[in-house]
Every structure is written in C-alpha cells, then in structure tokens.
C-alpha cells in the first residue's frame, strides 16, 4: 500500500512539474505524421469539446511542424454520427495554421461512431503512405464507448497491420476500457485515462514528451525484389518509455442555470445551429409527461426549456409532450372547478360545496394518454411495416406527484408496449416508498432512474447528458 501511495503522489508531482515546463517546442528534429481523432458526439458538450480543442492545440506547440520529411505534419479528424476529415496531414504547415484551423473545427453532435472515425484515418494513411516515409501516428480521444464495438476492434486491427503507432484517451466513466486498449497498438502503454475534460491539459506536456520519444526513427532496410533490386529505406515506429496510466481527478466545472424569467411556457423551436443539429429517424419518436396542475408554470418552463436543449442533440425524428390531460366528456370536467355569481346564503354555499370538484386528473391520467398514443403509433408503424425507437420520459417530484395503483399500471403499459421509461426524479425530499419511482422506470432502475435535485437542475448538462435518454445506449 504504501508503494503504491509512493507512486500515485510522484505521478501528481510530474504531473505538477511538466504543466510548468515552458511553452517551447520540446520536440525538435523528429519526423511524424499525426492524426488526430476527436470526439464530437452528444456525449461531450459545447464547453468540454473546447477544451479538447485546446488540448490538441497545446501539443501541436510541442512539435516542430513542417512540410518536409524531418518535420512534424499535422490532421484533424472528428466524429459523431459520420466522421468527418477536418484537414489532412498536408493542408498546414505552420503551427500557427493548425493550431487556428483547430479552434475552427465545430461541434457536431450525434452518436459516438469511432469505427468511422478510424475507417476514415485508415483511407488517409493509406493513401499518404505513398507520399510520405515518416511513420504515423493516431492520437484517439473519446468520452464514451463506439456505436458499433465489433467493427471498432476490426478496424483498429486492421491499422495496427498496417503499422499505425495509435494512443487512445479515454476521459471521464463512460468509455469502454477494453475498446480502449483495443483501439491503442500497446494496451498497456498506449491507453490514459482522465477523470474529465478539464484534466487534459494537466497531461499536455507529459502526453508530448511521450509521443515525442515514441517517435524514434528506425531505418529498415526492406530486402531487394527480383522486380526491384535498388535498396529502400522506411521510416518505423519503436516503444521507448512505458506510459504512465494518469490518475483519475475529481476536478469538476458546474454550468449555472439561470431560473426562467417569464412564466410563458415557449413553443419548441428547431435551432439554427446547422451541423449541431443531429440526423433525425423519423422511425423514432421520445414522448415526455408531466402534470403542469401539480408542478406549476415557473418549473413546467423549466422543464420546456430542457426538451427543448437535448431534442437537437438527439436522433428522434418525432416528439410529444403530454403535460395536461383533455378532461373534456368526463366527471372532471374542469367547468366544475367554477361556480358562477351568486348570491351568499346558507342554500347557495351549500350547493357550491356539493357541486365543485376538487380532483384533477394527475400524472397517472397524462401516462393514461401516453399509452393511448403509443398504441395508435403501433398500430400505425404495424401497417406501415417500420418499426422504430420508442422511448417516454416522465417527470416527477416528492412533494407534487402522487403515486397511485394506477399510475403504476398505466407505466407498466408504456413498457408492455415497448417504450423505454426513464424517470427524472426531480427535488430533494424522500419518497415515502422510494421503490415503488424506482420500479416506474424501466431497468435497470440505476440506468434509467436520474435524480435531480432542484428544476434549475434540469438545464445542468453535467447532471443529463443527452445521449442518456437514447433507446439503444448502453446508459
């Protein structure tokens, strides 16, 4: 135990030291071509995905960058939904350039689909290595685990054949560790692991120092061919120095919420945000409930303006909000919440007493409607022979919802019908009998059951990402 102590503590102290180390170039007189390959997924927000951005701008600064063979070239890859090409090895050839053309790479959004990614990477060496000798180099960094795993390690393999020095980041909980090392060409020393995006910058100068080293030029001597008996020279890649696997960090950035500064509840407006706007299914459709009545206008604006922030971001072709129920035709008709003018006597008060219905319809009867819908969209997609993603986000609070038998079964519906159900638990008050919010949501209740403690909350995007609430993620 306490050579491991010894050691966690060194690797803090290098940490400290190398983040002070002077911004000069600190390799010099090496030859590379290096790709990096970012994460623009629903998964990083706007403010975490700068800082990426940072992160590779600081250790382009540590190469000597160039367009010939005994300097460092420098591309850009990025990826979502597609992967996209930001700028090949040969587009720049000054620091200055890439690191500008850097900060200009947008955000995009969308599922993370590393394999695309390293297919597109992939199609580059191959087509650069006729161009250029020196070896290549992939810098992965992803917050999250690949769309499609099985063809993620198929084509990492495949680049490591092809003698491809990769590294892959991993930041934060939710990447696949195993992918990870999959991904690397050394699954030990090729793989670090930070606590957020914040803690990249702490690993900028002992991340460069590492691929610096790694980039030591062996000359190979590939042996003459009956078709070629001239003598060729290649450029390869050897391990020097065993990576140091980085401590998590527990530093963390709070984005503050504002509160709603009007209670107009307002309508749903598609973003002009262009590439930040993610693909849509039209197959795919995500329903959220709530009771306005018992939750009130300030929070049911709250709660708008938080469907409204992670719709863009996600993949539903179609949304409903269910918030009041239609009490039309019923014994809750809501004409008999009001009794017209009349005069104040004994029989008139009585008579307003017998006739005034205080019970309206609460969250069991917005589920009821939920499950109306969903049914009718069954039936429909059944005729139409299309089958997509159903998934309903119901919203509740200790001290406004009332639990209640029918509740229950009316959400056992969703689920029988084939809705995924998540549940935001929002406030800060016990439930009487938690398990019974715990059993509403579909399960594993740790995945699909969010706690959050005020409304304000709600637009706290360290509290729901909003990759959480897609129907095919692993949560």
Sequence with gaps: MLLKNTVFFLLLFILKESSQVSPDKQCTGKAANIIFVMDSSSSIWSVDYKKQLKFVQNLVNNFDIGADDKTVRVGAITFSEEAHLEFPIDQYDTSEDIQEAVLRIPYRSGVTNTAKALELAKSQVEMKKKLYQAPFILVVITDGMSRN??????VAKSLHKLGVHIYAI?????????ELKAIASDPV???YQVGNYSALQGIVNLFGAKTCKDINMVLATIEPTAADTTTTTVLSTTIATKAAKL????TTDTITAQSPSSTKIPKYVEPMQGDQFTKKHNTHTISFGFDIVSVGVLDGNTIFQFISSIL????????SIISEYDCKGTENNLKSLNIPLMPV?????LAAGNSIKWHLPGLESIVLQLASNLYKRNLQNAYKGVRGHEVTVLFVDSSKTILTPKLKKNVESLKR????VFVIDVG???WAEPKLVEDMSSQPSKHYNIKVPTYKDLLNKKHLPSHKFQADCDC
């Design 170 to 178: 991993g930041v934060g909980a939710s990447y696949d560790l195993d």
């Design 247 to 250: 401590p998590q960090t527990t």
């Design 149 to 154: 795993p099985t063809e993620t390690r198929k």
């Design 345 to 349: 006597t004994n029989k008139t008060l």
């Design 428 to 430: 800060q008050s016990n």
């Design 417 to 420: 019908m084939g809705s995924k």
């Design 189 to 191: 020393e090729n793989v």
């Design 312 to 319: 863009p971001l996600n993949y539903y072709g179609h949304f």
